[in-house]
Nanobody
């Protein structure tokens, strides 16, 4: 069994910073691409940032220059550093990872339970 557990969400003032973490645990053969998504009330879930197993990162335009995704492969953990946050960043943030549990089984996408980020004016 594999679990993704997010932490670090909460209430932050506009212009402030927050750091989200997501740790993968369980039976893991390899941890491939990891990503952060978010879903605001009444909106579809959207991809925020993505990082490959070799550390190549991509961002949605609205967070470029403000958010940084990184990973620690030794800890099976991905981070999202959120700086200069805005009210429109308010959402539930979800961690996602493509995980291969055994060498003979293709990678499967797993999701965390989500962590609330609320940006106040």
């Amino acid at each position: 069994q594999v679990q993704l557990v997010e932490s670090g969400g909460g209430l932050v003032q506009a212009g402030g910073s927050l750091r989200l973490s997501c740790a993968a645990s369980g039976s893991i053969f390899s941890l491939n691409a990891m990503a952060w998504y978010r879903q605001a009330p009444g909106k579809q879930r959207e991809l925020v940032a993505h990082i490959t197993s070799s550390g190549i990162a991509n961002y949605t335009d609205s967070v470029k220059g403000r958010f940084t995704i990184s990973r620690d492969n030794a800890k099976n953990t991905v981070y999202l550093q959120m700086n200069s946050v805005k009210s429109e960043d308010t959402a539930v943030y979800y961690c996602s990872a493509a995980i291969r549990r055994y060498i003979a089984i293709p990678p499967f996408r797993y999701w965390g339970q989500g962590t609330q980020v609320t940006v106040s004016a």
